[in-house]
């Protein structure tokens, strides 16, 4: 193979005319998933190394290799759908052969069997082959060996940014219409990944979804090809061989083009239903988390919609940078109202077309459902005209699993809009804070929100937008004053030791932002004040850290993700040198 993709029984789909490692695991097959017994070259377009890619399986039929496919635990291979619904293909015909390295002679570490079960992912689209992606289960279970074992899988929430280095085997064609020489060795080859936006300019816009993932070699000359069909996309994070893709596609004018990319099933996005059919021994899932930032977002081509990180977090009426007063129309364009009834109770914060981001306590409130929650965007004052306002009922509300309803631990809550919102001058997501950021004690930033402006007072008519300017305050002196079991690591707070200027009751939900560069970056969610009062001196307030939740964010957002920067505090941290011995008070 130049390696370049293909579908079963040789026929190319064409889509273009239509640790660290531990973050979210399942732990059956994490003793053995992805670690090769032999050492594994990471060079690509030859002939691979007996045993370098264990986990390889060889779909046949007739005693003919068609495709390929991906051994996840001892009894089940993950594969195509296009290879489990070939003509003649079922489980009285299909024989897997695993510990393989030639078609044809000896292979002393073969093991075949038959297959008991074929599943089918039931939303398959047979026409633009969206969710190819199938399950075979074997007669009887196979002994793991140096030359059988299984690969790791892609977990929900896994990145895998433009340029991430990639590898394919197979034993397709080496060429478009050339078949492999005898003995039709296991082919590698080693591609980078491009990203989803640029890999739609390639094809057409809209051709590659969510469900897709891409790679290969601007100039081409080496990729999948026929009879590759099936077989893995896997990528190394530190000792381990992860599973990104399934071979899918490639292009019409043939295998390996230049600047035509591959195109294969994203495993990430199936972790829910393989373990749906899976219900014991489970496959090993991994989050696959890559470094920097994805050079994919800056992509743009006729046709292709701005990416959020392009667009969010840039207010065009936004000049001022003092708070404490009430907020000019239109510069914090993402600040939401939560209301009930006609009336506001939470803010909230647009973070792309179709998602808001709150508090769960606002989720929680009693009488608060899909029936009786509307989000009202662009909005200024809570009476008279709004004409910049756009208001959406709300179709799904997810709070997060783990939120704690006693201490607000995870106080995190995702809205979903019924329908999409345009963006305009007065409507724009805001960017969110990223893993790694540092916000140390000092950093400036700034809330927003209709909540009283005092302890019981609330907002004069017409009940204007409120932006106040707040210092962080740093976790070590906030637990001086809250205790250590309070002020969590998925804790940040704010606020004045004189007191007199912070949020209030009817702010929940709504948004801590700070700017760095040219965009508005929310680092917070509103979430406690003191019991004692609103803005008290010595009290800060406290918010949900945004950075702690991009991998929970992104495993429920799973298309136009929100734009995500990492905010770098300078000079050195302050809070480090405070020490106390804290009291219990109760936020």
Known sequence: MTLTSAMAFYKVICVATLLTLLSQESHSQLSVCGRPTFKTRIVGGQVATPGSWPWQASLQNSGSHFCGGTLINNQWVLTAVQCCSSPGVSTSTLVVSLGLQSLQGSNPNKVSRTVSQIIVHPNFNAVTFDNDICLLKLSSPVTFTAYIQPVCLAATGSTFYKGTVSWSTGWGNVGTGVSPPFPQNLMEVQKPIVGNRECNCNYRVGTITDNVICAGLTAGGKGICHGDSGGPLVSKQGSRWIQAGIVTFTSSKGCAQPNIPSGYTRVSQYQSWINSQITSNQPGFITFTSTGTDGDLSITCPGLPLSIPQVCGQPTLNTKIVGGQVASVGSWPWQASLQTSGSHFCGGTLINNDWVLTAAHCCASTGITTSTLTVVLGLRSLQGSNRNQASRSVSQIIIHPNYNIINLENDICLLKLSSPVAFTTYIQPVCLAAPGSTFYKGTLSWATGWGDVGFGVSLPYPGNLM????????????????????????????????GGKDICHGDGGGPLVSKQGGRWIQEGIM??????????????????????????INSQITNFQPGYYTYKSTGTDGDLSVTCTPPKNTP
């Open 527 to 552: 979430s406690f004040t003191s019991s004692l009062g609103c803005a008290l001196p010595n009290f800060p307030s406290g918010y949900t850290r945004v950075s702690q939740y991009q991998s929970w």
């Open 467 to 498: 932006e106040v300017q707040l210092p962080i305050v740093g976790n070590r002196e906030c637990s001086c004053t809250y205790g250590l079991s309070i002020i969590t690591k998925n804790r940040m707070c704010t606020g004045f030791s004189a």
